[in-house]
């Protein structure tokens, strides 16, 4: 099976930054896309950012040059480094993964960030 463990939400002020990271583990032979969602009460889940295993990324408008994902391929895990934090990023951040060879995708249980004074 996999599991994906979820790290690094919190409080944070206006302005400020936080560090989320998802490390997958369990039967694994190569992961594709990683990518990151949030949902907001009341609101659907939408996509933040993703990035596939050669490095190529993509990002929400909402979200680009404040937000950045990376990955560590050896440890099969993905990152998203949030600066400039502001209150409309207050969700619940989701991680995904997508497996090579396997149609499922597989989530992490979600980490609350919230943004306020």
């Known amino acids: 099976q996999v599991r994906l463990v979820e790290s690094g939400g919190g409080l944070v002020q206006p302005g400020g930054s936080l560090r989320l990271s998802c490390a997958a583990s369990g039967s694994i032979f190569s992961i594709n896309h990683m990518g990151w969602y949030r949902q907001a009460p009341g609101k659907q889940r939408e996509l933040v950012a993703t990035i596939t295993r050669g490095g190529r990324t993509n990002y929400a408008n909402s979200v680009k040059g404040r937000f950045t994902i990376s990955r560590d391929n050896a440890k099969n895990t993905v990152y998203l480094q949030m600066s400039n934090l502001k209150p409309e990023d207050t969700a619940v951040y989701y991680c995904?993964?997508?497996?090579?060879?396997?149609?499922?995708?597989?989530w992490g249980q979600g980490t609350q960030v919230t943004v306020s004074s």
């Open positions: 995904n993964v997508d497996l090579t060879w396997d149609p499922d995708d597989y």
